[in-house]
């Protein structure tokens, strides 16, 4: 059986800490060390020049007291050189005074007639006296017979000025070494006392930065940002972040399509981005409340907004477009049911009224009947398609007027309505009466004598519409609040807002460069004019050629606040 395999051995590994708080906190403290290790560094590197600087100007300096004595100069020419003789006792007293290593003097071939070694007296220098013995002065770090020594040379000279000699003095190197040595602790321990003021330093900023980041790993951090950047661009709700002065900071994909903005308005305000309007002034926050409703171009929009710890804010958006065109269907379908239902019960009456006249063979009575009954219809959907020759137009109001009937109330259009089949874009107008007419049935339903008019007018290209109602009217200082998204006194039905229908019909006639205003109508009431100055197209062109609708125009039939 063979031998397993020897296992491999393991390397060795630094393993960092995961956590940011850690790893800021290494390297801060890393940092402070390097730092300190680098001050310290270029501190002693011209420490040690500053000391041999500082040696050398003492000796020059011993040397120069030394040679400025008139005595020592006169017993250099008047005296042998002697170990006893009076200029090494003068050199020696100097030398014991001032601690140098040495003081010698020289006459000019460069014998010593001092030394602190008794028995060097009266032999040459070790090193050349040349430079001191021509006048100058010297300084310089070098060997002799006593070792390694800081030096001064200065020239010697009598009553007269004449240079008879020179001076030399020495200072031990060691000295200066160990002066270097003394210092080197105190440096390390201003070194270790910043290195300690920088470890407090980085351990407290380090704290701060685990409280801000939750105490989470660099790697935490990087999977976050990248789940943010997915989430913000994979979910179907807009969102929108502020800074502190109301600055746009962040935009996701759904946000921009929604509020048909672009890159460019990060940075900016929404005032700049947006414009002014309730959008700008829900996102803001300077329209409070959850779940705000606010138009975009064509699209109803639900914005809700969100305060951050940093005095920002998030806003999210929700695209409420196709849900507010269900409800609106939803409701033509209830109304159009409704009528129906009572349709069934009349018809029922109806055929009943006519079966009892067969069965008491009232023949002639019964064909009468039965031509009145067909022919109140007939002459509705023939007055209509009469006045108002687009066909879309036309189906709307003749259904409006069969749920107007069924609901009491009589929708007529007035003499003077006259609307080619010239409309540029239909869709929009249908959207336009339907809202006003629908709000006009809700008002006038269940008083008495209800009665809606709607007046449609063509002069050029421009169109003129006209709802008037007989209820309750609209107070005059809430003829322009009407037309605010959200604003509403109905009853909030449960599968959609309010609120939004009016600001949609003033958006549509603006878009074309029109209005929408309301006033009271002759007899009492509300009477809402809407004028489009381009909604027609010339005459002269076949409807072929008109403009198409735009398909985002007419998604939603919204429903207006009263």
Do not use: C
């Not at 409800?327 to 006519?354: F, P």
């Amino acid at each position: 059986m063979g031998m397993s395999p020897t296992p491999p051995a393991r390397r060795l590994r630094l393993h960092l800490p995961r956590r940011m708080f850690a790893q800021v906190l290494l390297m801060q403290v890393a940092i402070a060390a390097g730092v300190a290790v680098l001050a310290t560094g270029l501190f002693l590197a011209p420490l040690s020049d500053q000391l041999d600087d500082q040696a050398m100007r003492r000796a020059l300096s011993i040397a120069q007291t030394t040679a400025a004595q008139p005595q020592i100069a006169e017993d250099l020419t008047d005296t042998p050189a002697t170990a006893g003789g009076p200029v090494q006792r003068e050199a020696e007293r100097i030398r014991t005074a001032t601690k140098a290593e040495y003081i010698v003097v020289m006459d000019r071939r460069g014998v010593r007639w001092s030394h602190p070694t008794p028995s060097e007296i009266g032999r040459l220098v070790s090193t050349d006296p040349g430079q001191a013995l021509a006048g100058h002065d010297v300084m310089q770090i070098d060997s002799g017979t006593l070792g390694r020594t800081a030096r001064g040379k200065v020239p010697l000279r009598d009553g007269d000025g004449k240079i008879v000699g020179a001076v030399s003095v020495g200072i031990a190197y060691d000295s200066v070494r160990a002066r270097l040595l003394h210092a080197i602790p105190g440096l390390f321990a201003y070194a270790g006392g910043a290195l300690a003021v920088g470890a407090l330093a980085a351990w407290l900023i380090s704290r701060r930065v685990q409280r801000q980041t939750r105490d989470l790993a660099f790697s935490d951090i990087s999977a976050l940002l990248a789940e943010r950047e997915a989430m913000l661009h994979g979910i179907r709700e807009g969102v929108v972040a502020l800074d502190r002065a109301g600055r746009i900071r962040l935009l996701n994909d759904e946000a921009r399509r929604l509020l048909g903005i672009g890159d460019e308005a990060v940075g900016r305000s929404l005032d700049e981005a947006l414009g002014e309007g309730r959008t700008a002034d829900v996102l803001a926050g300077r329209v409070t409340g959850t779940d705000l409703l606010t138009v975009r171009g064509q699209r109803v929009l639900v914005a809700n907004r969100m305060p951050t710890d940093d005095g920002g804010a998030v806003a999210t958006l929700r695209d409420r477009t196709e849900l507010e065109q269900l409800g609106r269907e939803l409701d033509s379908t209830r109304g159009l049911i409704d009528a129906l239902r009572a349709q069934d019960h009349e018809h029922a009456n109806r055929m009943h009224t006519v079966l009892g006249l067969l069965e008491l063979e009232m023949y002639d009575d019964a064909v009468e009947f039965v031509g009145e009954v067909v022919g109140d219809h007939r002459a509705t959907a023939e007055q209509v398609a009469e006045k108002i020759q687009d066909p879309l137009l036309a189906a709307l109001l003749v259904g409006k007027a069969t749920v107007a009937a069924e609901r009491g109330v009589a929708l007529s259009l007035a003499d003077r309505t006259g609307l080619p089949d010239r409309l540029i874009d239909p869709r929009g107008l249908v959207t336009i009466v339907g809202n006003l007419v629908d709000n006009a049935l809700d008002a006038t339903a269940g008083t008495p004598h209800a009665r809606v008019e709607v007046e449609l007018q063509a002069e050029g290209r421009t169109a003129t519409l006209r709802v008037r109602d007989t209820g309750p009217g609209i107070l005059e200082e809430q003829r322009e609040l009407i037309f605010t998204e959200g604003w509403s006194t109905k009853q909030r039905p449960a599968h959609r807002e309010r609120g939004i229908g009016l600001p949609l019909v003033r958006r549509l006639a603006e878009r074309q460069g029109g209005s929408a205003t309301v006033g009271e109508a002759a007899g009492g009431g509300a009477e809402f004019t809407v004028v489009l100055p381009e909604a027609l197209a010339e005459a002269d062109l076949e409807p072929a050629l008109t403009v198409p609708s735009d398909p985002h125009a007419h998604t939603v039939a919204e429903e207006e606040s009263r």
